[in-house]
């Protein structure tokens, strides 16, 4: 048969057993023409029929085979090849001996690779660049550099190849002076101005040390490719000088250099952080008239590019228009839905994706962890995100996703936001290789449930683990210690840091500070906080809420005076300060708030915590008007902003109003939580609906499976004994699957002080003994209720047990706020400055009304044990 011809090779079957060729040429001829159409299967295909005519490939054939053995990772048959001509010469054949070595070096087989590289005899330069690029392949950067030592040794003389290789090695192990050396060796054998691969490669290199100097060679190569350009506009993207990336892609422009989608990518990144919006939707239809409208690198870049410019509407636009989406496109958008905190549409999105059969990867799974936790800080329904993120944990494992360090991590960290102790405990255990964010993360968890002993043990593990502590491990330590008891430990911690050489940065500066304000330490943490010379904002909200926490809200407002004077206070000061006027009912300070919020230009529009916060201000201090104002102004709301108005219904007796509020919740498509029944319920209570109060309480366990907590079942005790229905309030606590504590009993004893029922008030208060053996205020009350039945010899009995137990009761408490600053005053308190002219005030007022023909009704006074 004659010598087969390209034309004619175009006609061939595609069935290698229909051929009917005896020369080895020509076989040899087919196997080029697969290469030169990239088709590696039939190589492989071919190879195999030869080997069954026991045709052996030639020597310029062999490497085409084992290269295409290498791209389709087919292990076996290179190896089978290499056993076959190992022992017959061929392989000494530097070209094929450079195929072998190739192929091992491809397939992560680098030892293999170097045995036979070892046993060839003649050496030439590709095939010591063979060698060095598998090694750097296989991240063996030190056994490159070595190798190139070697080579020196031989002295054969490094090409371009060579070079590059080289100095991707010495990028990853930092040889900086190396690498200069090599630079200079390109500029004397002239490979830098000839090579851009070589100009490229520098500039890659010197990205590790200085971005400037890797400015200078990109500026001084006299050669540059598309890649070359895409090494600096990426390397200034990777260092944060987004603005310099993007004046390079106009130059690149300027130049008439054809982009591809690797630049399209990277300048994209950099208008996101820049927030060019204008910039990126321009480089949108750029790349669109380039062809690049369903390279899904480029969509995926511009989508997260929108979202992270503010304009989700361009993101949900962009993903419309995409006719096929592949999983990281899924994950951009589902992640945007979760940044933007819109988490039903994230979930919406993720049950879409499964439905239309794309199937998740280890980021999707991430994500929606993510989103799970982001759910429940927004105190959405929390048996609601148990179940989404276990669902999500067993769909992992089903799946046969490896749960890694990564995804085990993002795991750990939902069932810490759950507070899952045990469903975290056994994903650590599970874990392979926890790093030191597992540990941490662990260990946060622990210290948040109050398990402080295993917190601490905890650490002591993983001290004596391979894993070092670091700052954020303190951190998490730290939180353990939350009251005065746990002063010598915190201070332990403190000395173990000193003593280890623990970076005292200002995030560890500012748990230590909190650490010591929580132990009643606060001499100490205000030590350390006027002696951290970098006080951020976070620094100051972490001080300021400790002084909130601790009901010290002068101190509050003090420091928020001068914080006002060194730093700029973002929503979180304002929300603390809210809390501390809240508590104090001081309306006059939180309109003041209100105001200094709407100068700083503080939205609500984009800080629904912040809204909710002066929602609440408002409700609970009395201005019903002004918090529904702010209400309605809103552009969305949460479950949080309704449980917020709510609230302030039921505290101002408002009932019909609150019910239309949750009834307005339901058609609005908003699910009801645990504290918008205690809202509405607490509603009915303080306005006497007591069929409405029971149907809702049964309408939140079966209609929304919210179990009822010991506060839901406080409700509604209350709400039967202020309808006087003191036997169903009894029978409902007694047949109720929860236990009582006092506060459902006290509950029923105040109703009986009104309902003068005093044989029912002496079973109750039994139980109330039983429970809380030594409160005084049990005891007042039931004193009162015998006081106001008459029955003096019962309440002489009561104080007689009282002073035989010592117990006295502690008087109550008010307070107003003046011009900033608080005046407290307890009953027949003469300690005010100013009592004398209090005293007078009262005493006239007091006769004023006496005047007016007031006459007191001292049936319902409650009496104290010494009156």
Sequence with gaps: M????????????????????????DWNFIIKQHTKSNNDHAILTTYTHMESLGIPPDKATLPLVLKACARLDAVETGRKIHFRIRDTGVVEHVRVGTAVVDFYAKCGLVDDAREVFDEMGVKDVVLWNAMLFGYVGCCHFEKAVSLFMQMQRERLKPNSRTVVGLLLACREVCELRLGQEIHGYCLRNRLFDFDPHVGTALIGFYLRFDVRISRLVFDL????????????????????????????????????????????????????????????????????????????????????????????????????????????????MINAYTEYGIYDKAVSLFITMRTQGIREDERTVSIMLRTVSLMLSSCLNLADGVRFGESLHAHAIKSGMEIDVSLGNAFLGMYSELNCVEAAEKVFKEMTGPDVISWNTFIMALACNGLRDAAW???????????????????????????????????????????????????????????????????TAMNLFESCPDRDVISWNALIASFVKNNQGEKAQLLFSHMTSEVEPNHVTIINMLSTFTHLAALPQ??????????????????????????????????????????????????????????????????????????????????????????????????????????????????????????????????????????????????GPIKPDA??????????????????????????????????????????????????????????WLQEKGLKKSPGLSWIVVQSRVHCFTAGDTSHPQSETIYANLYSLMGLIRESGYTPDFRWVLHDEED
């Excluded at 173990?496 to 230590?512: C, P, Q, R, S, V």
């Excluded at 509603?683 to 907590?709: Q, S």
């Design 743 to 800: 506060s459902l009993w006290r509950a029923v004893l105040s109703a009986c002080r009104v309902n003068s029922d005093t044989k029912l008030a002496a079973t109750i208060f039994e139980k109330l003994v039983e429970l809380e053996p030594m409160n005084v205020g049990n005891y007042i009350l039931l004193s009162n209720i015998y006081a106001a039945a008459g029955l003096w010899l019962e309440v002489r009995n009561i104080r007689t």
């Design 590 to 735: 939180g309109q003041c708030l209100h105001a200094y919020a709407l100068r700083r230009q503080f939205s609500f529009n984009s800080n629904l915590s912040l809204a909710n916060a002066f929602v609440t201000m408002y409700a609970r201090c009395g201005s019903m008007q002004n918090a529904e104002k702010v209400f309605k102004i809103l552009p969305r709301r949460n479950i949080i902003t309704w449980n917020a108005l709510i609230t302030g219904y039921a505290m101002h007796g408002c009932g019909h109003d609150a019910i239309l509020a949750f009834l307005q919740i339901l058609e609005d498509g908003l699910h009801p939580n645990a504290e918008t029944f205690i809202a509405i319920l607490s509603a009915c209570r303080h306005c006497g609906f007591i069929e409405k109060g029971l149907l809702l309480f049964r309408t939140m366990v079966n209609d929304f499976k919210i179990k009822p907590e010991l506060v839901h079942y406080g409700c509604v005790v209350d709400l039967l004994c202020r309808g006087g229905w003191l036997n169903e309030a009894r029978e409902f606590i007694e047949k």
């Design 221 to 332: 190569m006299a050669m540059r490719n598309i890649v070359s350009w895409n090494a600096i506009i990426t390397g200034y993207v990777d260092v944060g000088e987004h603005f310099e990336a993007c004046n390079l892609f106009v130059l690149l422009l300027d130049d008439g250099v054809k982009f591809d989608p690797v630049t399209v990518v990277a300048v994209v990144q950099a208008c996101a952080e820049l927030g060019f919006l204008k910039l990126g939707r321009q480089i949108h239809q750029v790349a669109l008239k380039s062809g690049y409208r369903n390279d899904m690198f480029v969509v995926n870049a511009l989508l997260n590019m929108y979202s992270d410019c503010e304009s989700l509407d361009l993101s949900c636009r962009l993903f419309q228009n995409i006719p096929r989406r592949d999983v990281a496109l899924w994950n951009s």
């Design 2 to 25: 004659d010598t087969l011809s390209s034309r004619s090779f175009q006609s061939l079957p595609f069935e290698p057993n229909k051929l009917k060729i005896s020369d080895p040429k």
């Design 457 to 523: 043990n905890l650490f002591e593990a993983m001290r004596a683990s391979e894993i070092k502590p670091n700052s954020h491990t303190m951190i998490s330590i730290l939180a353990a210690c939350d009251n005065e008891l746990c002063l010598n430990v915190g201070r332990a911690v403190h000395g173990f840091m000193m003593k280890h050489g623990i970076e005292i940065d200002l995030y560890l500066n500012t748990a230590l500070t909190d650490m010591y304000m929580n132990c009643s330490d606060e001499a």
